[in-house]
């Protein structure tokens, strides 16, 4: 593949991740992601076990993403996409970027880590306070 196909073939990824959330298909979601890939927000790490859980205690709404500035370095890569949030029944917006690493795997790309940063009214960029969603205790 060409170098501008693999970034096509990224953000393809990038465009399913969104969708995917938008619509509620948890198993969609998960599939974007490497078996052992991560989300990080609001202070805490998450595995994919955790994201039923996780996506049922967040509000859900229109997840708009922008492209992602992608650095390949052969099947690996890491970037970052701008996203704004859009909560379906206030229509209240959460504004930031996630920070990614990706795997070229046997089915394709896929997102490995992602890291989300929210861009506050301050004009600090964080990771947030922490969730509603409570990891359950081991």
């Known amino acids: 593949m060409s170098t501008t196909d693999e970034i096509v073939a990224i ?18 979601l998960i599939g974007v992601f490497t078996p052992d890939g991560t989300y990080s927000a609001f202070g805490d790490t998450f595995t994919l076990a955790e994201f ?3 996506v ?14 992608i ?5 690996t890569a890491t970037g970052t996409q701008p996203l704004c949030f859009v909560e379906h029944s206030t229509h209240d917006m959460r504004i930031g970027y996630y920070n990614d690493t ?4 046997s089915d394709g790309w896929r997102l ?11 004009g600090e960029h964080d990771s947030g306070r922490p969730h509603a969603y409570e990891a ?3």
């Open 11 to 28: 953000n393809q990824l990038l465009a399913r991740y969104a969708v995917t959330i938008t619509q509620g298909d948890i198993d969609g």
């Open 52 to 54: 039923p859980a996780l």
């Open 56 to 69: 049922a205690a967040a509000p859900s709404g229109l997840f708009m993403t922008g492209t992602a500035l």
């Open 71 to 75: 650095n390949l370095n052969g099947d």
């Open 102 to 105: 990706y795997a070229k795997t």
């Open 112 to 122: 490995r880590t992602r890291k989300m940063t929210f861009i506050r009214r301050s």
């Open 136 to 138: 359950p205790s081991a």
